[in-house]
């Protein structure tokens, strides 16, 4: 089975410590979101793919050729237009008819990523009482079945987590621009066109820290290093 990691951003809200590193790579208690993604990948995984694009000659000489002896391949985001237009970029060289599609800047768990890989379509979601307004899933006997729009601070939701296993009818669906965005498309905005007829079991996240703000990255540190 592939794995689709999506390591191509810039990684603006970490500046200054992006500005020379990609943020993937960034350490956190010694090691970068992708390296320790990579280290707990589910054994059916046997083909990294890895889409890249800003400082993306610092993650080729880090990961190199293969990990742990599976294949790493190469796919460059020229133009860095959201977690949709990542995913379409690395069409073409998708070979498995079910595949893992996971953001490189997020820290998993690995018995969530394993439970995962057994769904025939499925995706990680953290239920939280949200910070700030955000699209959750409505989810209902275990699967999601759509995206509930603009959730209100302190409502609790489904959080999408960026961890999806998925099948090429993905890439049949419209491209949906991100909320807020005119030049960003939504990988996770796309697939209720595809829940109307397919079920996406949802995988409650036992662990799962987003690394994107210098605040988060600091929870991170601790909650790694205890």
């Known amino acids: 089975m ?16 992006t500005d020379t590193t990609p943020k993937p790579l960034v350490p956190i208690h010694g090691r970068g979101t992708l390296l320790r993604l990579l280290d707990v990948l589910p054994e059916e995984i046997d083909r990294i793919i890895v889409v890249v694009g800003y400082l993306q000659e610092q993650i080729r000489t880090a990961l190199g050729a293969s990990w742990n002896g599976k294949p790493v391949v190469y796919v460059e985001q020229t133009t860095l237009n959201g977690t949709g237009g990542a995913l379409r970029a690395a069409e073409s060289v998708i070979v498995s008819d079910r595949f893992l599609v996971i953001n490189g800047d997020d820290v998993y768990a690995a018995e969530d990523l394993q439970a995962l890989v057994r769904c025939h379509r499925g995706l990680i979601a953290a239920k939280q009482v949200l910070p700030r ?9 275990g699967a999601a079945l759509r995206m509930t729009k603009a959730v209100p601070t302190g409502a609790e939701g489904w959080v ?6 998925l099948g090429k009818d993905w890439f049949l669906t419209t491209p949906v621009l991100t909320p807020g965005k005119t030049d960003e498309y939504s990988l996770p905005h796309a697939l209720p066109e595809l829940m109307a007829n397919t079920r996406f079991e949802v995988i409650p996240a036992t ?11 600091a929870a991170c540190t601790r909650a790694l290093a205890s």
């Open 2 to 17: 592939d794995v689709v990691i999506m390591a191509a951003g810039k990684g603006t809200r970490l500046r200054p410590l």
């Open 133 to 141: 307004p955000l699209d959750t899933w409505e989810v209902r006997d």
């Open 160 to 165: 999408n987590t960026g961890a999806y296993l």
């Open 207 to 217: 662990r799962w820290m987003m690394c994107g703000t210098p605040e988060e990255l």
